[in-house]
């Protein structure tokens, strides 16, 4: 009698999400006891913010796509919810794997775990301390419903322990870290976005802009986008969000004339161009990280991080939403020596797997 595969079903919804789930259905498709199956929400869904991460990392097609795109909070995690629930009905699977933060990560443990399904998260534990978030609330309802907690740091076991979360909680170490790992080199060899842009090596600043804290309020664009203009040699990958809120603000002209933006770029561009910038200025979560990776300086555009680490040394600066400061920091030196590792050993989808077999 042949023994029953385990099912596992791996969600990712968002930009963020497939670096991180590569390397998790590369591992699981080695073991063959193990049935993994993609299922994209569809939250992202240009070849800017979605296609491209397949084609460069390599995922296979996923089985399902929700075709959920963009929403309202309630309207985008209630369409994933009565989606996904379809799809777990008829493959009635043994386990459902989320990962990071985004309302799919929420939508689908919440489906899953009423459903009896077991669900892991995978970056649990991290914790900005602003509810103001979207993701910070998709964070802690996550980890309260999951029965295993993948978390990338010790501070994110810390984290649990103090909500009273203490099973099946394992330091796994970070997993984005397996991919940085896995293509820098192939960034190296391949990439032309510096021949592209003109750019010299750490000659130009990078920034990103997407946190809907920050696009959606007109007094802070100003303010980040008016010391960007001062600087100039600042390249921007624009996500839609900042560009439809640069647009509605009307910066969009004056900041086209004084820096370089330009449309999202797939993984292996934004390595490089990070491992090349001067400094990057972001208020993202995994770009403060990769930063780290790549030793580059980061400046965080945040009251706080999900990644206290990277600050040590002054790897990484929370600076105040102000012109004047913004400028100050972009402009001073920051060139911090020491760098320890928090973030494990780059084989963080084989812990997880592993911890899964036994
Ligand atoms: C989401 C995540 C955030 C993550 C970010 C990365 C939540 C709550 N937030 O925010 O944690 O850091 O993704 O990008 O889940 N759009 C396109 N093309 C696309 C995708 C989106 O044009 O392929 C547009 C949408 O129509 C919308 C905007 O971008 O106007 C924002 O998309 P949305 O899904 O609301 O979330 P993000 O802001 O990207």
């Not at 397949?54 to 994933?80: D, R, V, W």
Request: hydrophobic residues 40%; proline residues 4%.
């Amino acid at each position: 009698m042949t023994k029953q595969k385990i099912k596992i079903i791996c969600v990712a919804a968002a930009r963020p999400n497939f670096m991180k789930i590569a390397p998790l259905m590369e591992e699981f498709k080695k073991h063959k006891q193990f049935n993994p199956i993609l299922i994209h929400t569809g939250q992202h869904y240009d070849y800017n913010m979605s296609g491209s991460f397949f084609k460069e990392l390599k995922i296979s097609k996923p089985k399902y796509n929700l075709g959920i795109k963009a929403g309202l909070h309630g309207e985008q995690t209630g369409k994933t919810m009565i989606e996904f629930e379809k799809i777990c009905l008829k493959e009635k699977p043994n386990l459902v794997i989320v990962v990071g933060d985004v309302n799919a990560t929420v939508a689908c443990a919440l489906v899953a775990t009423k459903l009896q399904i077991k669900v892991a998260h995978v970056e649990a534990g991290l914790r900005s301390f602003d509810k103001n978030m979207p993701e910070e609330i998709n964070r802690i309802l996550t980890d309260h419903i999951s029965d295993y907690l993948f978390c990338p740091t010790k501070t994110a076991v810390i984290h649990l322990k103090k909500e009273g979360i203490f099973k099946n909680v394992y330091n796994v170490g970070d997993i984005m870290y397996d991919v940085f790992l896995k293509n820098i080199k192939m960034a190296e060899r391949k990439s032309k976005i510096l021949t592209i842009l003109s750019l010299q090596p750490k000659k130009y600043y990078l920034a990103t802009i997407h946190r809907a804290e920050n696009t959606n309020d007109r007094n802070k664009m100003k303010e980040i986008f008016n010391a960007f203009c001062e600087i100039k040699n600042i390249v921007l990958p624009c996500h839609p969000r900042a560009e439809k809120y640069l647009r509605e603000y009307k910066l969009l002209d004056k900041v086209n004339k004084k820096i370089n933006i330009i449309k999202p770029i797939g993984y292996l561009d934004m390595i490089w161009l990070l491992k090349n910038a001067k400094k990057v200025i972001t208020d993202s979560g995994g770009l403060q990280k990769e930063a780290y990776f790549t030793k580059t300086p980061c400046i965080t555009l945040r009251d706080q991080t999900e990644w206290p680490e990277t600050l040590n040394n002054e790897w990484n600066k929370l600076v105040k939403i102000e012109e004047k400061i913004i400028l100050k920091n972009i402009l001073s030196s920051q060139t911090p020596k020491i760098q320890k590792n928090y973030f494990g050993n780059g084989k963080t989808s084989k812990q997880i797997v592993k911890t899964l077999i036994l």
